[in-house]
């Protein structure tokens, strides 16, 4: 009941000899797939540490298993565990074993398969300090499906105890391809409070621009007083309610639309002498006051922007700001705002509209003009009891389960459809007739595609 996930690292050569590199924290899933890591364990004792480890190793031994691999395990709420599988290969989550025993795998793994005997014994390993995984995945946070599209910004978190292992940059293409794991942040410290309070700053500053991200998931675990309690079993998202939570950014803060004019008006002249702007009165600056107009969603936002080189006043709604233009480049914003610094406000643009990523969050604004607020609100509802389903992603048809003039019920599967490696079902919203079925078994599918035309029962 309610168990977690450990695994245990092994490395075993073609001379008979064989290593474990302890265990890693693997409980945090989604979809019964890991999207948090960490070693060590904080629910293992030394003893069992050690009990857990030799036994896998005394099953790659059986085995006669020679490479870098994994040996997966359930264990329960009594410290019980069980063998669930192994992988017979390096895994994703291979750097936090490198950062708190000190290995290079990959580099391991290779000199096994060349016939190199292991450098070192059990008694020579050690863990040192405390190391954290999370998965970048381009999906939705709160539904788990997955995202496609062009990456307007790809900025990563750096700095000391920080490391990124990506395969992408600003500019690519997120295709229904391949799985849809972005990139993975591990950050390590010297023992896992550091090592979280890292975690959280890293993902405050990490950055995804044009497709949707699970980092603001991400980052409601890594605040969550369960994870910092260690109470993480393989049922986390469920029983702390982050499985289905609301990822919605809402209401846009006044430093998100400041950011958007900064990025948005020329940068003034830095020559203009300024020495105190404020001096003769705030509303009596010698430029005439610039009005900005942003629409988020349905709601439209208007900033008056009055300025003197690199120093600013702007007014929204009853409240005004003084800014101050720190730096300004193509992908960040540094501004001072009403005397605290900010330093990092990333920034892109998606065809019409300008992305702002801060504190994690991700925020959308078109200038006025650019779309209607109709346009941006979604297109007109079909009738009443006519349904078309359409496809939440593109990817390949992969099953039809009914017919054209069927009956179905309420939550009864219609359609399967594959993305990114993951199957993905379509139900049915009520109890109705299917009316149309536009596509067969095999056919390609792009977003937005009707997959089901569906009738509603008079009833």
């Not at 793994?109 to 190391?131: N, S, W």
């Not at 995202?147 to 500019?171: C, M």
């Not at 391949?178 to 700053?201: E, F, G």
């Not at 700001?321 to 009403?338: F, G, S, T, W």
Request: net charge negative; charged share 20%.
């Amino acid at each position: 009941e309610r168990p977690r996930h450990v695994e245990i690292q092994v490395l075993a050569d073609i001379h008979g000899d064989c290593v474990h590199l302890f265990e890693r924290e693997c409980s945090i899933q989604r979809r019964h797939q890991k999207i948090v890591e960490e070693s060590p364990s904080p629910a293992l004792t030394p003893e069992l540490r050690a009990e857990m480890g030799a036994a896998a190793v005394r099953l790659a031994l059986a085995a006669g298993y020679r490479n870098a691999g994994t040996l997966e395990f359930m264990l329960d709420e009594d410290g019980r565990y069980y063998f669930l599988e192994m992988n017979t290969r390096l895994q994703v989550e291979h750097p936090v074993t490198e950062l708190v025993a000190g290995v290079d795998l990959l580099q391991l793994q290779i000199a096994i398969a060349a016939g190199a005997p292991l450098p070192f014994t059990q008694i020579d390993l050690r863990q040192r300090g405390h190391a954290i995984e999370v998965r970048v995945y381009a999906e939705d946070p709160a539904t788990f499906l997955p995202s496609t599209g062009r990456v307007a910004l790809f900025a990563p978190a750096a700095g000391p105890g920080i490391r990124n292992d990506a395969g992408l940059e600003s500019g690519d293409e997120i295709t229904v391809h391949y799985d849809p794991m972005l990139a993975k942040l591990i950050v390590a410290a010297p023992d896992r409070p550091a090592a979280i309070a890292r975690l959280r700053c890293a993902l405050d500053e990490y950055a995804v621009l044009g497709v949707t991200t699970n980092l603001p998931l991400l980052r409601a675990i890594a605040a969550h007083p369960d994870f910092a309690a260690a109470s993480t079993r393989t049922d986390f998202l469920t029983m702390t309610g982050l499985a289905n939570a609301n990822f919605e950014t809402g209401s846009i803060p006044a430093e998100i639309l400041i950011a958007a004019a900064a990025a948005d008006l020329p940068t003034p002249n830095s020559q203009l002498p300024t020495p105190d702007p404020w001096r003769v009165g705030p509303w009596r600056l010698p430029h005439a006051g610039m009005r900005q107009r942003y629409i988020s969603g349905a709601i439209e936002h208007t900033l008056m922007v009055w300025r003197s080189a690199a120093h600013w006043r702007v007014a929204i709604a009853d409240a005004a700001h003084d800014v101050e233009l720190i730096a300004k480049q193509p992908d960040h914003l540094a501004l001072r705002i009403d005397g605290r610094r900010i330093e990092r406000f990333q920034i892109a643009r998606d065809r019409d509209a300008l992305l702002i990523g801060w504190r994690g969050a991700v925020y959308r604004l078109a200038q006025a003009g650019a779309l209607s607020v109709d346009a941006l609100s979604g297109r007109a509802g079909l009738p009443h009891g006519h349904a078309s389903l359409e496809a939440p992603m593109p990817g390949t048809l992969i099953k039809v389960l009914v017919d054209e003039g069927q009956p179905v019920a309420a939550r009864q599967p219609l359609v399967v459809l594959e993305a990114m490696k993951m199957e993905h079902v379509i139900v049915a919203p009520y109890d109705g007739v299917v009316i149309k079925l536009p596509f067969r078994a095999g056919a390609l599918i792009a977003k937005g595609a009707v997959l089901v035309e569906l009738e509603e029962n008079d009833t």
